[in-house]
């Protein structure tokens, strides 16, 4: 059960890994920039109605989250881009 | 999932609960463009009818089997059985476990080479094969029937579900969702809606994960979890997967271990995961007999872990939710009193209240978009199946026999626009009167026991005849039927499905609908299999010529290439099985 090197489910010269791939880059990159952000302007436990929200703001959880979907998608991207074998 | 689920109309009562941040509308944006543009881009490799409806049979183990279990990790189901966890506890666990994983391993190691080497493309097309066209025409028309109308469910939940969340208009989400969907199916077909379930999958992951585990650090992990969870609701049951299944009255759900493990694990499980063409469809792509024996294992060990991010939340809202007071929130059935008029919020809420709780901007529009990709993969799952089945067992089979390829090509790519607008009209149907989604989904269960006994008796029994395999079927639905209206009627009959005519009025108040569910399922299979195995006794055996590929035991099963024992499917499925065993005993 490995996972396939290569994508061999497409004719396309762009993997179904590679969508992946950038997708979990963009939002990756999009979250991590707001959880940075975070950093200077911290998020208050605001709220949505009369619910709590973002309650564990003090983890920072969008930059870690942030991170490690950046490392993932990019991963990801790199190793099926078009091309790539 | 394989479980009606009852999503509210009385949600639509309920205030909205929050709203989006800008980076949280551009995380939507980039997942809106995305499933555009891979639309357009497979478009130029999708000109044959087995390009189109089955994607060219060319997906690899990988992605075939996350296709395959994300088809049914639609965002109804998520939030259904975040709820049911709520209500039930961990019980509602089961439907993910001994309901969903040992019929996945069974369709790959046993099931699959008949599906794969008969070459069919679609289940009413197995049924043809083996029953002949009367078990394919019962099959196909109530299938292509059923699914526009899931359609139209899924889509009128997506758009509910966005109105109560984040206050969108009901029409615009209805649209913008079909219209996206029906772009995508009709340019790329099968080929398009599985990158699509792949891209799914890992959003739903990356966007649902973070719940549990922040909950869980709240609640200062599990076994701070377990005890708070006692000191809330005063039951231990509500931690306990099996103890507790002795009786009827001794779990919250009513069910006993036998409904547990025949109507659900046998009978609602193995039909869902092995007969239903929307989920087999997905495993039917991939680009080898080997390849098709793996993927359903390797969707069954990522379904596995599915209940960390939709039972484990529902059991954190228990301890853990609290309103804007600091107490803890409670939350009541749909349509009761407290939801109708009170303003309260119901269990199918905890999800999108869970990740009010957690997620910031960014993170909350992850979470969204992950609900929302769940929704219309669940809408283009049904309108690639129906317009599979449509084309090639019910227009190509009886009404244009012998068009061009290219001809079914543009049917499969028209029937996706019409099965879309028919799905918009359910979608509107059912915002005018909301039990109609309870029916449509009722409706669903009704064919897959039976039809589980029809194709498991078709490919493990030669004796099984063409007029046994159509009889069976029917009875098998119509005693479905038969006992669903029988409860409709009259609630206290349930005392005879689950053989306690003497049942006390409390025992009957406590099986609630999904254990009645699952004792329905047994003896409509049960049904069908006696009426099968008789009809097939009377009627004359058929030829053994005419079983070649189709039945065990008249089948070649060609070598799979595996030279180590690792390579094989069976040892990955026995690794699977075991770790499923262990789960549960930890959960006990």
Not at chain 2, 249 to 271: K, Q
Not at chain 2, 368 to 387: H, K
Request: net charge neutral.
């Amino acid at each position: 059960m490995t996972h396939p090197a290569i994508d061999p489910s497409t004719e396309q010269s762009l993997s179904i890994w590679f969508f992946v791939g950038v997708l979990m880059l963009s939002c990756g990159v999009l979250i991590f920039g707001q959880g940075i952000y975070e950093f200077s302007h911290p998020a208050v436990a605001v709220a949505a109605g009369e619910l709590p929200a973002n309650v564990l703001a003090k983890y920072h959880g969008a930059f870690w989250w942030g991170l490690a979907m950046t490392l993932f998608g990019g991963f990801y991207t790199v190793a099926f881009r078009p091309g790539k074998g | 999932m394989i479980q009606p689920l009852h999503l509210p109309g009385a949600l639509l009562l309920t205030t909205q609960l929050t709203h989006l941040a800008p980076v949280d509308i551009a995380i939507l944006l980039l997942y809106f463009a995305m499933v555009i543009f891979i639309g357009f881009y497979v478009k130029g490799s999708t000109n044959t009818s087995e390009e189109f409806f089955l994607a060219g049979r060319e997906m690899s183990a990988w992605i075939a089997g996350l296709s395959f279990v994300s088809a049914n990790l639609g965002s109804l189901e998520l939030m259904g059985w975040a709820g049911a966890a709520y209500q039930y506890g961990i019980l509602a666990a089961h439907w993910y476990w001994i309901g969903a994983i040992p019929a996945m391993l069974f369709l790959g190691i046993v099931m699959m080479p008949f599906y794969y080497i008969s070459k069919t493309h679609s289940v009413p097309g197995y049924l043809q094969l083996r029953f002949g066209e009367g078990a394919r025409a019962v099959s196909a028309v109530s299938f292509a029937f059923m699914t526009v109308l899931m359609s139209g469910v899924n889509m009128y939940s997506m758009a509910l579900v966005m109105k109560v969340v984040l206050g969108w208009d009901i029409n615009f989400s209805i649209w913008v969702g079909a219209v996206t969907v029906a772009i995508y199916v009709m340019l790329g077909g099968l080929r398009s809606a599985i990158i699509n379930e792949v891209l799914q999958f890992v959003l739903i992951w990356a966007g649902a994960a973070l719940i549990p585990i922040l909950g869980l650090i709240e609640a200062g992990g599990w076994a701070n979890l377990k005890v708070q969870m006692i000191a809330r609701v005063g039951d231990p049951s509500y931690m306990h997967m099996w103890s507790t299944l002795g009786s009827f009255s001794g779990n919250p759900m009513g069910v006993h271990w036998t409904g547990i493990v025949f109507g659900l694990g046998f009978v609602i499980s193995f039909g869902y995961w092995t007969t239903d063409f929307l989920v087999v469809q997905r495993v039917l792509s991939a680009n080898n007999l080997r390849a098709a024996q793996f993927a359903p294992i390797i969707g069954a060990a990522f379904k596995m872990f599915v209940p960390f991010f939709v039972i484990v939340p529902g059991l954190l809202a228990l301890v853990l939710l609290k309103d804007g007071s600091g107490h803890i929130m409670q939350l009541y059935p749909d349509g009761s009193d407290q939801v109708l008029h009170h303003g309260m919020h119901s269990f199918n809420e905890v999800l999108p209240l869970m990740m009010v709780r957690y997620l910031g901007p960014g993170l909350l529009g992850l979470g969204i978009t992950a609900l929302v990709a769940g929704f219309m993969s669940g809408m283009a799952g049904n309108v690639s199946a129906f317009s599979t089945v449509w084309t090639y067992d019910l227009y190509g089979a009886y009404i244009n026999k012998k068009a061009s390829d290219s001809h079914y090509v543009s049917m499969g790519r028209w029937c996706t626009i019409i099965g879309m607008l028919i799905s918009i009209g359910t979608a509107y149907l059912v915002m005018g009167a909301a039990s109609i989604m309870d029916y449509v989904q009722e409706l669903f269960s009704f064919f897959i026991a039976p039809l589980f006994g029809t194709v498991i008796l078709g490919m493990l029994w030669k004796r099984a005849t063409k007029a046994g395999g159509f009889w069976g079927l029917l009875c098998g639905t119509a005693s479905s039927v038969g006992m669903w209206l029988m409860v409709l009627h009259d609630k206290t009959n349930i005392r005879f499905m689950i053989l306690q005519p003497h049942a006390s009025a409390d025992t009957i108040d406590r099986v609630q609908a999904m254990a009645a569910n699952l004792y329905r399922a047994l003896w409509s299979w049960v049904v069908c299999v006696i009426v099968t195995i008789v009809v097939s006794y009377l009627t004359k055996p058929m030829p053994e010529e005419a079983l070649k590929g189709l039945v065990y035991g008249s089948t070649i099963i060609p070598d799979d290439g595996s030279t180590k024992v690792y390579q094989k499917p069976i040892f990955w499925a026995i690794v699977v099985a075991t770790v499923l065993f262990i789960l549960n005993l930890w959960l006990w």
